[in-house]
C-alpha cells in the first residue's frame, strides 16, 4: 500500500530504526497535555486550533488507506503539511510505524495519542505534542542515495 501527500511518500515497512520522544498521560512535564480521544478527524482538527495550532485548509475523508481509521483530514500548518487519522480502537506504535514508513526525502514524524495520529514534520509533531498532549513517534526512514 503506498499514498502520497505533497513530496511525502508513504508505505508500510518493518519496524526499523524507531525513535520515541515525549510522554503522554498526566499534565506531562512542562504542562504539556494530557491526550484525550477524539470522535472525529474534525475534533481533532478542532483541538488543534483550540491548542494554538491552526490546521488551515483542512480537507476531510471517512476513508483513508489505513487499516482501522475511521475519519481523516489533511491541513496545513504554516505551510507544513499534515495527515490527521482518527482510529476507532487503539494506535499502537507498530500501527504509527507502518502508516509513516517513508522512502522519500524527509522522514515522516507522528505525535500519537489514544486512538489518533498526525502525520508530519518532527518540529510540528513537538508543537502538536504540546498542543494536545500524546507521544512523538519518528517513522522508519531509508534515506535515498
Known amino acids: 500500500?503506498?499514498?502520497?501527500?505533497?513530496?511525502?511518500?508513504?508505505?508500510?515497512?518493518?519496524a526499523a530504526g524507531i525513535a520515541l520522544t515525549g510522554c503522554g498521560g498526566g499534565s506531562g512535564s512542562g504542562?504539556?497535555?494530557?491526550?484525550?480521544?477524539y470522535t472525529s478527524a474534525q475534533k481533532l482538527?478542532?483541538?488543534?486550533?483550540?491548542?494554538g495550532m491552526p490546521c488551515t485548509g483542512a480537507f476531510y475523508s471517512k476513508?483513508?488507506?489505513?487499516?482501522?481509521?475511521?475519519?481523516?483530514?489533511?491541513c496545513s500548518f504554516k505551510g507544513t503539511v499534515q495527515v490527521v487519522e482518527v482510529f476507532s480502537g487503539t494506535v499502537t506504535t507498530k500501527m504509527v510505524l507502518q502508516a509513516t514508513a517513508s522512502s522519500?526525502?524527509?522522514?515522516i514524524w507522528s505525535d500519537v495519542g489514544p486512538n489518533w495520529l498526525i502525520e508530519t514534520s518532527k518540529a510540528t509533531a513537538q508543537l502538536a505534542h504540546k498542543a494536545i498532549g500524546g507521544r512523538v513517534v519518528a517513522g522508519p526512514w531509508h534515506q535515498p542515495g
Open 1 to 14: 500500500m503506498r499514498r502520497s501527500l505533497g513530496l511525502v511518500l508513504l508505505v508500510p515497512a518493518a
Open 31 to 37: 504542562g504539556t497535555p494530557t491526550a484525550v480521544r
Open 45 to 51: 482538527v478542532a483541538a488543534l486550533n483550540q491548542g
Open 63 to 74: 476513508s483513508s488507506s489505513t487499516n482501522g481509521v475511521s475519519s481523516a483530514a489533511s
Open 104 to 107: 522519500g526525502r524527509e522522514q
